[in-house]
């Protein structure tokens, strides 16, 4: 059973990757996977919403033995891909921690355009679409609350030292492919 402690998205990363969701990882998980230094609790997805997309997702998320979070078990909720097209953002506590799905995140259309400039991070045993540290950002602005604003600061800063070791290497390269005069 799931426990307030019990937190580890390997596990729900690679139950979506397996089971072929399409997905682009956003949220903190994402900004530690660019090298962020901030502590996250949950995994938040944006996936597309296409029917079969949604049927896959909505089994993982029956294997993880999903709940939605913040309502009573004895609410009625029946997991399926109809009700995830009904909605756009859920938020569940699942056997390995909590999961936020969501197909509109605020300051972008959605998967698709996430996905068409998401860069691919390797896992080990798999591989993830991770939405641009520029995404995160503008998703980070538009949602505007007082945490969101404080990583806004932290994801720009990482960017900008990013951004300098990429222009750094560039040179050093250059300067190696150099022949000598």
């Known amino acids: 059973m799931i426990t307030e402690y ?4 390997l596990v729900v990363l690679q139950a979506l990757h397996d089971a072929d969701v399409a997905f682009v ?9 660019h090298g962020s230094p901030s502590l996250t609790r949950d ?7 296409d ?15 999903a709940r939605l979070r913040g309502v009573d078990d004895d609410v009625p909720f029946l997991l399926d891909a109809l009700t995830l097209s009904a909605g756009a ?4 506590s699942t056997d390995a ?26 896992l080990g045993s798999f591989s993830v679409h991770v939405a641009r540290l520029d995404d995160l950002i503008r998703m980070k602005q538009a949602a505007g609350r007082p ?4 990583e806004v600061e932290i994801l720009a800063a990482l960017r900008d030292e990013l951004e300098g070791e990429d222009s750094d290497a ?12």
């Open 97 to 122: 921690g909590s999961l936020d799905i969501l197909a509109a995140p605020a300051g972008v259309s959605g998967y698709d355009e996430l996905a068409s400039t998401a860069i691919v991070v390797d």
């Open 6 to 9: 019990s937190f580890d998205p």
């Open 43 to 49: 995994v938040d997805i944006c996936h597309a919403r």
């Open 25 to 33: 990882v956003i949220g903190g998980v994402a900004a530690r996977l």
């Open 147 to 150: 945490k969101d604003r404080v």
């Open 51 to 65: 029917n079969v997309n949604l049927q896959r997702l909505s089994g993982v998320l029956v294997r993880l033995h």
């Open 170 to 181: 560039s040179g050093r390269r250059g300067q190696q492919r150099r022949s000598p005069d």
């Open 89 to 92: 953002n859920f938020t569940f």
